[in-house]
């Protein structure tokens, strides 16, 4: 299996609303990452867990939460959010040894949409 | 600091001719490089990847050159075939080599359109 499986496709929300993003692979991988990408635009690093605990947040604003419940599922909470947060949001993982091997597997992504 | 940067952003060839797209980078120390092709409407796939310690790497109909020199790696994608049409970006690892999961750092992309 070298699946990563985020859910939901689309997802449409207020500014006012609460939504989670969930993210899940089964390849053994303890680094995940969440990535934010705009139209015509390249991906750009969010946060990053490794062996499930929070390594790097790229000044990410707080009205995003990243939880990483277990190895295998990744979760990004929403609130609050405003139009300009409307993007591509993507899920990966990859071994945690950056040495040896930091392909990363991604997602198909979540399209949001903030109105 | 490290940027990864390509130099055109589309690419028209013709179904059946070689492609090449190009890709720049600042950081003399970086080690490690990725390409992936983004398809509309889905996430990034892995199509190869080099190390500094080698200038060349084939895979099936593609090969990724690295110039040290000059700091600049290629993706050739021969005998081009509609399903090639993507977006394809060059990335590297940010962080410094020897550290742990860091993520990526991707390049602006080239958008390739394979002519019938």
């Known amino acids: 299996d070298t699946e990563v499986t985020q859910t939901p496709k689309h997802l449409v929300m207020g500014m006012t609303n609460k939504k989670s993003l969930k993210c899940e692979q089964h390849?053994?991988?303890?680094?995940m990452y969440w990535y934010k990408q705009k139209a015509k635009k390249p991906p750009e690093l969010m946060f990053v867990?490794?062996?499930?605990?929070?390594?790097i947040n790229e000044s990410v604003p707080s009205r995003f939460s990243p939880e990483c419940p277990n190895s295998s599922l990744l979760n990004l909470h929403l609130h609050a959010l405003q139009p300009e947060d409307s993007a591509l949001y993507l899920c990966?993982?990859?071994?945690?040894?950056?040495?040896?091997?930091?392909?990363?597997?991604f997602g198909q992504g979540t399209r949001l949409t903030v109105v | 600091g490290e940027s990864v940067g390509l130099h055109l952003p589309t690419l028209s060839v013709q179904e059946g001719d070689n492609s090449i797209i190009n890709c720049a980078y600042s950081?003399?120390?970086?080690?490690?490089f990725i390409w992936y092709k983004q398809e509309s409407g889905k996430g990034p796939q892995f199509i190869i990847d080099?190390?500094?310690?080698?200038d060349k790497r084939q895979g099936q109909r593609v090969t990724v050159l690295l110039n040290k020199t000059v700091k600049h790696l290629s993706l050739q994608i021969a005998a081009t075939q509609p399903g090639d049409s993507a977006v394809y970006f060059c990335?590297?690892?940010?962080?410094?080599?020897?550290?742990?999961?860091?993520?990526?750092?991707f390049g602006k992309g080239t958008h390739l359109i394979i002519q019938p």
């Open positions: 867990y490794s062996y499930e605990k929070l390594s």
């Open positions: 080099i190390r500094s310690n080698m």
């Open positions: 990966a993982s990859s071994q945690s040894d950056r040495v040896s091997n930091t392909e990363a597997f």
């Open positions: 950081n003399s120390a970086s080690d490690y």
């Open positions: 990335a590297e690892p940010k962080g410094e080599a020897g550290g742990g999961a860091d993520g990526l750092t």
């Open positions: 390849m053994g991988h303890r680094a």
